[in-house]
């Protein structure tokens, strides 16, 4: 089997291949094409689910990593300039697709991984046309977990340099580290700001305003959260222990 695990960097006889030699998990991310504040490219949730899928992957091990769904649902983002959204039954559809696509492959899991927070309620709600679409001998999991998500952030920032408050789930001090730690200089680090400060308690009402009201009547710079005090090292702790919680949700 080839060392390669990312599945559009692969010949067809190598997926073929590794699906007889056993390897039939795929784990596919689900990110977003959207604003995040005035200093992190469009692409961050998108580049995020590449990442977090091929280090998940590594630790489920038997598994390959399928195209990362760039872009996702993100209607609440368009009252910025650039931000590209699917409907949300479009969304779910072209997830569907993907789910009998890698069934009808031979592939007995797929495991979804939202990188984009406004995927993660969709995802889990649509779990079993999900399994519908990949049929009998394909069992289809999603990690749902944004709560964890964000908490894991916190933990990691409190940990490194006090700053757990600056984690609000949006361009802030976690995204801007993680982008850091992937793609260092595509960070606008003259335009990194504070945007929206909330605390956990506050977070169902803002989630509520967010998807009921847009992203800028919340936040108009588009940012929750600070994104202050980033580093590539906070980043690449993030990633790591993310990947860590996310791989042990599937079992690893």
Not at 42 to 70: C, K, N, Q, S
Not at 105 to 116: I, K
Not at 170 to 189: C, F, K, Q, W
Not at 223 to 228: F, K, Q, S, T, Y
């Amino acid at each position: 089997m080839s060392a390669e695990i990312r599945m559009e960097r692969m010949t067809s006889p190598e997926i073929g291949a590794a699906i007889e030699a056993g390897v039939t998990t795929v784990v596919v991310a689900a990110g977003a094409v959207e604003q995040h504040g005035p200093h992190l490219p469009l692409f961050m949730d998108a580049e995020h689910g590449d990442r977090l899928a091929v280090e998940i992957a590594r630790r489920l091990g038997d598994a390959l990593v399928a195209p990362t769904i760039r872009v996702g649902w993100s209607d609440h983002h368009m009252g910025f300039a650039g931000t590209v959204s699917l409907s949300k039954a479009t969304f779910l559809a072209v997830c569907c697709d993907y789910c009998g696509s890698l069934a009808r492959h031979g592939f007995r899991r797929v495991c979804l991984v939202p990188s984009h927070g406004g995927n993660f309620a969709p995802l889990a709600e649509a779990r079993e046309a999900f399994n519908e679409a990949a049929g009998p001998d394909c069992s289809v999991d999603v990690y749902a977990d944004l709560i964890e998500v964000i908490g894991t952030w916190r933990e990691i920032a409190e940990a490194e340099a006090g700053f757990g408050a600056r984690v609000g789930g949006h361009a802030d001090i976690a995204e801007t580290s993680i982008m850091m730690a992937m793609h260092d200089g595509l960070v606008r680090e003259d335009r990194v700001e504070c945007g929206q400060l909330t605390t956990p308690e506050e977070e169902p009402e803002l989630i509520r305003r967010v998807l009921s009201e847009g992203f800028k009547s919340v936040t108009p710079n588009g940012i929750l959260g600070d994104a202050r005090g980033a580093t590539a090292e906070m980043g690449e702790k993030m990633i790591t222990a993310l990947a860590d919680r996310i791989a042990a949700h599937f079992g690893a």
